[in-house]
């Protein structure tokens, strides 16, 4: 009871409050246009008839939480995955150029901070570039690379990927940076004092107290990842990918696809964020088992 009070009892309250606003966003949005229409069918609609009417339209303006919620299961479950039609199909398209997008962009997050760190030169001139890289916008970045990328004919998976880099890699070196210099000052003296090297000192104890700081910002990065190769799609004129069905969906005017795409990216934005946290409780509990077993094994 404590736990359903404390966690479940919030989050319900905030869903339901979501769900209440969005209907009644949608009927206020919807209800000119049906009456337009019942007036020039000359249609008499009881409140409750017309308040139907309302929430069934093929293609409202704003689509009611249900349509939305038919929508995304009738392309998630009652479909083929291998179907052109499946949001199952599309999020495994864009997920491809997330995860490698998310990795490069997590290594060169590591590399950049590990540089500055260790070069005072690059700590002054490299980062407020990159800061500055971040100011740009990635929409108008996207058709750019997709452009420069396709002149040498490369195209496909790497372009998307690029762009998801460009997303991923800030908040990683921005975290890592943070990450390497929280050791104290104490700890590094140690260091020096048993002649240790700056590579010794770098994988004994900077990149150990960098693991949380790593963790909790490729969150963000993997996040930042799947926004980049959404938006990759768009300048492509992608077939496949959830930037695809928004480009379709908008194209046709079919406003219940397009957001049935925007929940189905958000579901696997989630999805991806539980993994990293699975991965960081996984290696926290390792190496928190590791520093056991020594000290457990220290003679008294």
Aim: hydrophobic share 55%; net charge positive; aromatic share 6%.
């Amino acid at each position: 009871m404590t736990t359903l009070r404390h966690h479940t009892l919030p989050v319900l309250t905030i869903v339901i409050a979501i769900l209440a606003i969005w209907y009644i966003a949608a009927y206020a949005l919807n209800a000119p246009f049906q009456r337009d229409l019942d007036r020039r069918g000359n249609v008499t609609s009881t409140p409750m008839e017309f308040l139907a009417k309302t929430m069934a339209q093929p293609k409202p303006i704003l689509p009611a939480p249900h349509q939305v919620a038919q929508n995304l299961f009738e392309n998630t479950v009652l479909r083929k995955v291998t179907s052109n039609r499946s949001l199952v199909y599309h999020a495994g398209v864009t997920l491809s150029s997330t995860a490698l997008g998310f990795i490069m962009g997590t290594a060169l997050g590591i590399a950049i901070a590990i540089g500055i760190v260790h070069v005072r030169t690059l700590d002054r001139s490299l980062m407020p570039w990159i800061i500055a890289s971040q100011t740009v916008p990635v929409l108008a970045i996207a058709p750019m690379v997709i452009v420069v990328l396709g002149a040498v004919n490369i195209t496909g998976l790497l372009p998307k990927a690029l762009i998801s880099t460009y997303l991923s890699f800030f908040p990683v070196a921005v975290g890592m940076v943070k990450g390497l210099r929280s050791p104290d000052r104490i700890h590094l003296d140690l260091m020096r004092t048993y002649h240790a090297s700056a590579l010794q000192t770098l994988f004994k104890l900077r990149l150990p107290a960098a693991i949380p700081f790593l963790f909790a910002s490729m969150k963000v990065a993997v996040a930042a990842s799947l926004v980049g190769a959404i938006v990759a799609e768009l300048p492509t004129g992608a077939v496949a990918g959830i930037g695809s069905k928004l480009l379709a969906g908008a194209y046709y005017s079919q406003t219940i696809d397009i957001w049935a795409a925007l929940i189905a990216g958000s579901i696997l934005a989630a999805l991806l964020v539980a993994i990293v946290g699975l991965a960081a409780k996984l290696v926290d509990r390792a190496m928190g088992a590791r520093t056991s077993t020594r000290t457990s094994g220290r003679p008294a």
